[in-house]
């Protein structure tokens, strides 16, 4: 069965540090391109970032170039995202999801192209 674990949200003031955690068990974790996602409240599913199989490649939504830095340990089957700067707009419940295929080398802020999703973690930036 697979799971995707998400961790490490909280209350953080503006300005400050976040780690985001995405524990994979259940599939190969290597094989796949994996992304996270966030809802903010009253709105609907943005993409954030994407990273490749082997971390050569990460992509971000403009809004968080700069700031956010996606990565992953194959060996731990884990996948983070390291949020800095944070902005009250950050605010949203986050979420990491496995592509739907195997091997896929390129990058899709799609929601429908994702087999697997976790329960989220919720990341409220406020002063």
């Known amino acids: 069965e697979v799971q995707l674990v998400e961790s490490g949200g909280g209350l953080v003031q503006p300005g400050g540090s976040l780690r985001l955690s995405c524990a994979a068990s259940g599939f190969t974790f290597r094989y796949y391109y994996m992304s996270w996602f966030r809802r903010a409240p009253g709105k609907g599913l943005e993409w954030v970032s994407g990273i490749s199989t082997g971390s050569s490649t990460t992509r971000y939504v403009d809004s968080v170039k700069g700031r956010f830095t996606s990565s992953r340990d194959n060996a731990e089957n884990t996948l983070y995202l390291q949020m800095d700067n944070l902005k009250p707009d950050a605010t949203a419940v986050y979420y990491c999801?496995?592509?739907?295929?195997?091997?896929?080398?390129?990058?899709?802020?799609?929601?429908?192209?994702?087999?697997?999703w976790g329960q989220g973690t919720e990341v409220t930036v406020s002063s």
């Open positions: 999801a496995n592509y739907k295929t195997r091997y896929y080398t390129d990058s899709s802020d799609d929601p429908k192209d994702y087999a697997s």
